[in-house]
């Protein structure tokens, strides 16, 4: 029976200090082979900028907003018989009385109107509802806005620790993972990606890949939720010290080698350690001049520690 997986630990706030002190220490320079946002360099074919009229550039904004679901506030600069005009970047949007809040109690046209114009100048928080670049019709809505809002302060109010969901990758960085829950984004920290080492969270995941995450913790008042893909799974170095000990043989593929060994992939996530000195005898000059990564070999195990998560391999004839 395999052994029960540790109730998660509370994160405190040194847990997030870390991770934004170590977003902006991986952010710049960026990994070499990727952007700041995690896409591989050769995947990018976008539009200078400076190529694009401040027109253009307003409605790629919008399309982008309204693609992602984003929520805008925007300043009422006209009224008219159905509704509210609101400007974005140079673009004029509208937003119909039927889509305003609290409006709907208002039966008499007269007092309808009194009721917009008093809004004239106020900032309201919108959604996009309709785009067409065709017919230059940019439709904003505030209920949907506010019903969008109330969703996202349900969900932070209802998770706790240890909850598992669905959820979408939206985007990844060097430090890790976000993942829309449902209106509001979690975050899967690098380390919390795989039980074995990642280098990068694109070798783990797709932009919008579905993927079943753990609540680590929620922080409603910042709306931060940092989350988990590896303890969804069992954790490998549970029972090692029974299934693996000293002397005996296994056989694996090597998913990395450094500058000191190579590691092995004995099982999914679980990796054991070729220390350079046990690669081969005789002298070279780097583990590479041994063994590559994908070459599969049969090693023999030195040591097991489940404890510290390491597992010692050899190639070394028995001396």
């Known amino acids: 029976m395999p052994a029960p ?26 990994q070499p082979g990727y952007t700041g946002d995690g896409v591989p360099h050769e995947t990018i074919a976008t539009p200078s900028s400076t190529s694009l009229s401040p027109r253009e ?58 009721e917009m114009e008093r809004r004239q ?45 669905q959820g979408r990758v939206t985007n990844f960085t060097q430090f890790g993972v976000f993942v829309d829950l449902g209106g509001v984004e979690g975050l899967i920290h690098i380390s919390e990606l795989s039980w074995s080492r990642v280098d990068h969270p694109g070798d783990m995941v797709q932009p919008d890949q579905p993927l079943t995450v753990k609540v680590l913790a929620v922080d409603p008042q910042e709306q931060r939720i940092a989350l988990s893909l590896k303890q969804t799974r069992p954790d490998p170095w549970h029972g090692v010290e029974k299934r693996y000990t000293p002397g005996q043989w296994v056989s694996g593929k090597v998913s990395r080698v450094v500058t000191f060994g190579a590691f092995v992939l004995l099982e999914a996530e679980l990796e054991g350690l070729i220390h350079c000195s046990q ?18 070999v049969t090693a023999r195990v030195l040591q097991v520690d489940g404890r510290g998560r390491r597992l010692a391999l050899s190639l070394r004839s028995e001396d």
């Open 121 to 165: 100048g106020q900032r309201l928080r919108l959604k996009i509802i309709e785009l067409d670049r065709g017919r230059n019709r940019l439709i904003f809505s505030e209920r949907m806005a506010v019903n969008r809002l109330s969703e996202r302060e349900q969900l932070l109010r209802t998770l706790r620790p240890g909850d598992e969901l």
């Open 279 to 296: 690669l081969a005898d005789g002298s070279f000059l780097h583990p590479r001049d041994v063994i590559q990564p994908g070459e599969q």
């Open 57 to 114: 550039l307003g409605w790629a904004a919008a399309e982008k907003a309204y693609r992602e679901d984003e929520l805008v506030e925007l300043d009422v600069v006209g009224v008219n018989k159905g509704g509210l005009l609101v400007q974005w970047h140079g673009l004029q949007g509208f937003v119909p009385a039927s889509q305003l809040n609290h409006l709907s109690h208002v039966s008499q046209e007269n007092d309808r109107w009194r």
């Open 5 to 30: 997986t540790p109730a998660p630990q509370p994160l405190d706030d040194g847990y997030w200090n870390a991770l934004f002190r170590e977003e902006e220490a991986m952010s710049s320079p960026a």
